[in-house]
Antibody, heavy 117, light 108 residues
Framework: QVQLQQSGAELAKPGSSVKISCKAS????????ISWIKQTTGQGLEYIGY????????NYNEKFKGKATLTVDKSSSTAFMQLSSLTPDDSAVYYC??????????WGQGVMVTVSS | DIQMTQSPASLSASLGETVTIECRAS??????LAWYQQKPGKSPQLLIY???SLHTGVPSRFSGSGSGTQYSLKINSLQSEDVASYFC??????????FGGGTKLELK
């Protein structure tokens, strides 16, 4: 069955970076994009961007350019998102999701990122 | 960006009742709409895509309808396991894909 297994919760200091992973299984990894979505209580769900798992090409929501960097390791069927220059506004749950024709048919379990000094 | 407005923000209903959640887009999204269910502490799960197509394994008591800028999710014969938050997402106009603010469904 399709599974997206994300890495564990992160506690980071302001100004630092974190890198979250998303390991896919149960399907041909390079046949689907992986997207990343941010969820906060105040802002709800926000689309960050996607990575073409075959070519490594990326596309970002303008709001997250310079904040998020998406990469992929095809050999391990794993997608990564690095968040840089962290501020308290980056505290959220971050999900990876398999993008199928622009909607998300399978999601990871989410990673809680807390930015605090 | 296309704005997605969901209503109501919260809803209380009884077991066996029929529930309807609405989603309005700021412009025509030509049925490029998905609905997700998110149970407390869990990740969202796809229910409906293309406005009215049921995702694999989703119970038939869930249905989607609508066109243009107005869409709805209907839950027939509400079950206790349907207690969750529900979100709509448009995927007609990128960038970026955008979500509604969510509807929290509770049991009365």
């Amino acid at each position: 069955q399709v599974q997206l297994q994300q890495s564990g919760a992160e506690l980071a200091k302001p100004g630092s970076s974190v890198k979250i992973s998303c390991k896919a299984s149960g399907y041909t990894f390079t046949s689907y994009y992986i997207s990343w979505i941010k969820q906060t209580t105040g802002q709800g769900l926000e689309y960050i961007g996607y990575i073409n798992t075959g070519s490594g090409g990326t596309n970002y929501n303008e709001k997250f350019k310079g904040k998020a960097t998406l990469t992929v390791d095809k050999s391990s069927s794993t997608a990564f998102m690095q968040l840089s220059s962290l501020t308290p506004d980056d505290s959220a749950v971050y999900y990876c999701a398999r993008e199928h024709l622009h909607y998300f048919d399978y999601w990871g379990q989410g990673v809680m990122v807390t930015v605090s000094s | 960006d296309i704005q997605m407005t969901q209503s109501p923000a919260s809803l209380s209903a009884s077991l066996g009742e029929t529930v309807t959640i609405e989603c309005r887009a700021s412009e025509d999204i030509y049925n490029g709409l998905a609905w997700y269910q998110q149970k407390p502490g869990k990740s969202p799960q796809l229910l409906i895509y293309n406005a009215n197509s049921l995702h694999t394994g989703v119970p038939s008591r869930f249905s989607g309808s609508g066109s243009g800028t107005q869409y709805s999710l209907k839950i027939n014969s509400l079950q206790s396991e349907d207690v969750a938050s529900y979100f709509c997402q448009q995927y007609y106009n990128y960038p970026p894909w955008t979500f509604g603010g969510g509807t929290k469904l509770e049991l009365k």
